[in-house]
């Protein structure tokens, strides 16, 4: 099976990569070619012995799809995208690259369909971001898009444009509601929502780490693990049982900050907890207090997508995959 | 106040000039000028003494929005679309038109904005064909779009765009989700929906119409009369009052095909309803089955939109304005 992954230099990506070249699909179907692209250099895993193509390209630009998808992979992951503050920050960027390079590849797609019938898997990353606005405590399937960033309009649209290309046979899409991951690994980076993992991160490594929001804030995560095996899963589904709604939120955990730090105070002991600095930020606060805060994924949950019910088995991944199984 | 109206040698496009010529609007706004533009060339309402421009103009060119806006108007209405059946039949008409045209709009718009600051009040027609798949007998307001058809997915996106672009402050946008129109005058036409006017219509003249679809067809739908004032009401609502999801679902009628024919036994006599020919058609009545049979438009009716709540009501707004307050 010949694997296209798009934002293959991403944490999610790189991991991913990692991962399916050394594990067999669950329906058996192993990686016996990989394609790599995104706008810096992605690294192709070690130990992998296919034909690999690493690809630096920018999706936006005139011929960057069609020179993508000129291997005609069986399967495209399509994680690439600007970020949520960027894409807030800088209007025209975010649109360019989350909504035009997402079109682009779609279209290019298309006509690769109509001209020769290749009908690739399309699977691609949506976010939770594309709900907001005065939504109830748990969201349901069925409950309105009405994203407050554009970054989460991108996503919708991008959502919208994957059911309807997927509805007239162009590609076979599958879309992620991705919850927020965590933890996250690598240095503390600006992001609103980074302290949901730098509380974790930090301390068991020995460092502080900052905590802007109160402990009774609540939010919706998995771990890199976790989105990992949701990619996996994606990529062998039925479309039948899919239906005529491919977009699904994917299942997470419903967490507050406080029941974060006793499982962190379970798992990494007191020592750890000490080094949770409380410094309440206003803005943070208002920023994260318009996310949402749980979701009942039944429709994914019911297709078979699995994520951790507590979270100590979160920082246990966290421990195992990143830190060698050891805390400092 | 100057009006633009895109698309408006449409049905509801001319019916809604003629009406906010003659008639200040509920705030005592009156039209000091109009822009009217569309694909065939619109005519200007007899009576309107002020300035009026009439464009032959397609969205998709280039340089045709700029064109359009170049009189910088205090109100766009943008009705211009390829209809559901002929954005399915042409995949890529159906988007330049729907969807890159509303972009163009609204990108115009948005660097007019930044430059100068003029930040018009913009009043979208989206429609009903935004829901789809597996929905409830009567749809709330929160309920999730999944499109069904590529026209329902452009008007889909172009609500998500309206929205991020009022969030962002480029203009100030309401979109309004238009039920069918019923009594839809003039002549029969290939619309799977057709006959639900068309047994209306046909006999209230002594002609005969065919129906395609059983009796127990339950579906949503306002008069002409109504959605002119939709247009009008969206034209003076005050922002604040809105809130952050600015795509309204109109109130209208849940009304059965059998609920239809009692009203016009009852406006028109035994005479009128055995014009009426029962010729059931499988392929009509499964598109019919797939669309939205009721709506719970809480939003829009604390709004202040209203809507018939009798199907008579909406037989005898058809008499007295397209036959003269006569049946034959």
Redesign the interface.
């Known amino acids: 099976m010949h694997v296209l992954i798009i934002g293959a230099a991403g944490m999610i990506g790189r991991k991913f990569a990692e991962n399916i070249v050394r594990n067999p699909f669950e329906n058996g179907a192993r990686v016996s070619a990989l394609t790599l692209a995104d706008v810096v250099a992605p690294t192709v895993p070690s130990g992998f012995s296919g034909p690999a193509t690493t690809l630096t390209v920018d999706l936006t630009q005139t011929g960057a799809a069609e020179n993508l998808l000129s291997g005609r992979p069986d399967i495209i992951f399509h994680l690439a995208a600007i970020v949520s503050g960027e894409a807030e920050a800088d209007?025209e960027k975010g649109y360019r690259v989350n909504f035009d390079g997402t079109r682009a590849l779609f279209e290019t797609i298309r006509h690769a369909n109509q001209q020769e019938g290749w009908r690739p898997r399309v699977v691609y990353a949506s976010s939770n971001a594309v709900y907001?606005?005065?939504?109830p405590d748990v969201i349901p399937?069925?409950?309105?898009?009405?994203?407050?960033t554009?970054y989460g309009?991108q996503k919708?649209?991008g959502e919208?444009?994957l059911?309807?290309y997927t509805?007239?046979g162009f590609f076979d899409g599958i879309g992620l509601r991705l919850p927020t991951i965590c933890v996250r690994p690598g240095k503390p980076n600006r992001a609103a929502s980074g302290f949901f993992s730098g509380i974790i991160r930090e301390p068991l490594v020995g460092l502080d780490a900052v905590l802007p929001v109160p402990d009774s804030t609540r939010h919706w995560m998995t771990s890199p693990r976790s989105a990992v095996q949701f990619l996996r899963h994606a990529a062998i589904l039925d479309p039948a049982r899919v239906?005529?709604?491919p977009n699904l939120t994917m299942p997470a955990l419903s967490v507050t900050v406080g029941e974060q730090i006793e499982a962190l105070r379970s798992v990494a002991g007191e020592k750890a907890v000490a080094h949770i600095r409380r410094e309440p930020d206003p803005v943070i606060a208002r920023i994260v207090a318009g996310w949402a805060r749980a979701f009942d994924p039944q429709r994914a949950l019911a297709l078979g997508f699995v994520a951790e019910t507590n979270f100590e088995d979160i920082i246990r991944a966290h421990i195992d995959d990143e830190l060698g199984g050891h805390i400092a």
């Open positions: 209007f907001g606005g005065d939504f399937d069925d409950y309105i898009l009405t994203p407050q554009s309009t919708a649209i919208l444009l059911a309807d509805r007239r239906g005529d709604r």
